[in-house]
C-alpha cells in the first residue's frame, strides 16, 4: 500500500473512544488551513465520529483507508478563503462542460491541484494530481501547449494554479467552477 | 457531585418496573438512531460527544434536575468524560459501566415457571437486543435453548443452580446473534442438537433434532417435545416443554411474527410460514404458554419482566395470525420488510462454524437490534 503524502500524522492507535477525537481536534488546531492530517486508530467507532465530527465542525473528512487492525482517517482543515467565489483566472468553464469534453473524448488535460489525500479518495479518471504547492516545481511535467483543465475542490486554488500556470507560459488554461465538490460524473477512489 | 456508575443490571431493572430515567445518549447520531436503550418511562437526550469536547455549560439547561440522568456510550470512555464534565458543573449523574457494549450483552433470568416435578424454568431476557433464550431445570440437570455467546452467564447459573447441563437446543441456525449452543456443548460434555435442515453447511458434529424427537431433563419426566414449524428457516423446530410450554424459536412472537427471508428467499419460505402458523400451530393447546426466542419492542414485557403469553390469546391478538387471505399474508411477509439484522451473513457462517471470528468482531457483528420479525 502506498502511503499518502500528509502534513501530520497523528498515532491514535491503541486508544478508546472519546481520545482519538479529543487527540484529532487538538492537532487539527496546531494545523494550518488547507492541511491534511492522517489519524491512525484502532477504535472502530473512530470511523463514524471523526466522520461526524468533522461534519459538525466544518473539517473536510476526505476518507478512510483499513490496513489490517488499523484504520487511517484523512481529514483537511477548513480554509475560510475557498467560501469566495470571485476568482481571477479569465477562462473558466463549468463541471458539465468539462464533464461534454471528457465524453467527447476530446484530448485535454485534467490536473487536479487538491492534496494527495483529497485526490486519493475521488478523482476524475486519468487526472493528474500535483497538488497546488508543488505546482511551480513540477511545471516540467506539463505540456505547454496542452489544453489543461484545472480543479480543485471549489474553484479557488484551481483558480490560483491557472494564474500560475498561465503566468508561465501555458496557453490554454481554464479554470473549473466548481470543480470536485460539485462534480456527478465518474470518478476513481483509492477504496475500489 | 459525584459522577456514579450504573450497570446494566441496574438499568434493566428500571425497565423492568418502568422507572424514570433520562438517558443521555453521547454516542453518534446515526448509531442513536439505529439502536437505543429502550424504556417504557424513559426520556432521551442525544448530542454526540464529539460536540461537547470544549464544555457543556451550552447543554446544562437541557439536563433535568430531578430525574435520574445516565450518560450512555459505545464503550464507556466518552460518557465517563461527559459524565466528569457534567459532574464538574454540578450535576448528579451516573454513566453506563461498559456502555451499549456491554448493554447488548446482558442477561436477565427471569423465572417463568415451575414444571410438574418440581423442576423449573428459566427465561434469559438479553434486554438490550431482544433475545431471549431458556434453560429447563430440573431434578440436578438442564437443558438450555438458544444460547447466546455469552456462554458463562448459563455455566454460572447452571453451578448456582447446582445442575448439570446435559442438552443443548438451537430451535434454528441464527441470523441475528451468534449462538452459545455449540462452546456450552464442549464445555459440559452436552449433546448439542441443531434442525438437520439448517445445517447442512455445519463443519461440526451435532445430534439431528427433527419432528417427534423427545428429551427427558433429570430422571423424572419434564419433557421436551420437538415439533417441526418451518418458515423462518427451512428447519426451524418448536418444542413444547413440559405439555404446558410451548418454545416457539422465530416463529411466532408476542406481537408479531418471523420474517422468511434471512436465509434465502422470503418467496420461497412464505407457504411453510403461513403452514406451520395457520395449522401446525391450531392444532395445539389454547392453553399452552407460547415463549418465543425474540421481542421487539419493550412493551411485549410482562410485568415482571418475562416475555410469554397463551397462545390462544395470540391466536385472538396477534395480527399475523389473522390474516385470512393467504395473498394478503404473502405480501405482508414479502414486502416492506425491516432493514436485516447487522452483519447477518456473517452470523451464520458463524454459527455454521465456517468462520472463527474473535470475542471482539463478534461483538461488532451483533450490534444493534435483532429484526428478526415481520408485523
Redesign the interface.
Known sequence: METLKTDFVLDAKGL????P??KT?KAMNDLEAGQVVEVQATD??SK??IK??AE?TGHQYLGTIEEGEVLKHYLRKSSNDEAKTETKHPVVATNEELEKKLQGNESIVVLDVREEAEYAFNHIPNAICIPLGQLEDRFTELDQEAEIFVVCRTGSRSDFAAQKLAQNGFKKVTNVIPGMSGWTGSTTTINN | MAVNKMTSKEVTQKVFNKEKLFVFDVRNESDFQDWKIEGDNFQYMNIPYFELLDGVEEILDKIPTKMEVLVVCAKEGSSIMVAEMLSYAGLDVAYLEGGMKAWSEHLEPVKVGDLKDGGELYQFVRIGKGCLSYMVLSNGEAALIDSTRMTDVYLDFAAEKNVKITHVFDTHLHADHISGGRTIAEKTGATYWLPPKDATEVTFEYQALEGGNDVKIGDTSINIHSLYSPGHTIGSTSFVVDEKFLLSGDILFIDSIGRPDLAGLAEDWVGDLRETLYNRYRELSDELVVLPAHFMIIDELNEDGSVSEKLGILFAKNHGLNIEDESEFRKMVTENLPPQPNAYQEIRETNMGKINPDQEQQREMEIGPNRCAVR
Open positions: 478508546a473512544c472519546p481520545m477525537i479529543v481536534k472502530k467507532g463514524a465520529d461526524a465530527w459538525s
